[in-house]
């Protein structure tokens, strides 16, 4: 498995910009397929990005498509979530996980190591 620890959570205005990173150990970081996905208070557990092992390729879901950018960094086993003009309804725990094989993965089940989390507000 590999350990994910993300960070750069907090509390931002609608309308800001925010950026999350995930820091990852264990595994080869380049075998690892990535992504983000978001919990809000009371609701499931929602897909929001993927990203290949290569970082050539990345899938957004529909509700963040054309405002995140998902991106890794093979240098420092990062990978981040670049979040731009943020919502209320982006207010959620934010967690990033691994995928043993390469792909563009959407489902939780798809992914076999996740982070803590890293909480993020986003006032009206």
């Known amino acids: 498995q590999v350990q994910l620890v993300e960070s750069g959570g907090g509390l931002v205005q609608a309308g800001d910009s925010l950026s999350l990173s995930c820091a990852a150990s264990g595994r080869t970081f380049s075998n690892v397929a990535m992504g983000w996905f978001r919990q809000a208070p009371g609701k499931e557990r929602e897909y929001v990005a993927s990203?290949?092992?290569?970082?050539?390729?990345?899938l957004y879901g529909d509700s963040v498509k054309g405002r995140f950018i998902i991106a890794r960094d093979g240098s420092r086993n990062t990978i981040y979530l670049h979040m731009s003009n943020v919502e209320p309804n982006d207010t959620a725990v934010y967690y990033c996980?691994?995928?043993?094989?390469?792909?563009?993965?959407?489902?939780?089940?798809?992914?076999?190591?996740w982070g803590q989390g890293t909480q993020v507000t986003v006032s009206p």
């Open positions: 990203i290949t092992q290569s970082g050539d390729r990345s």
């Open positions: 996980a691994a995928a043993q094989w390469d792909g563009l993965w959407t489902r939780q089940s798809d992914f076999d190591s």
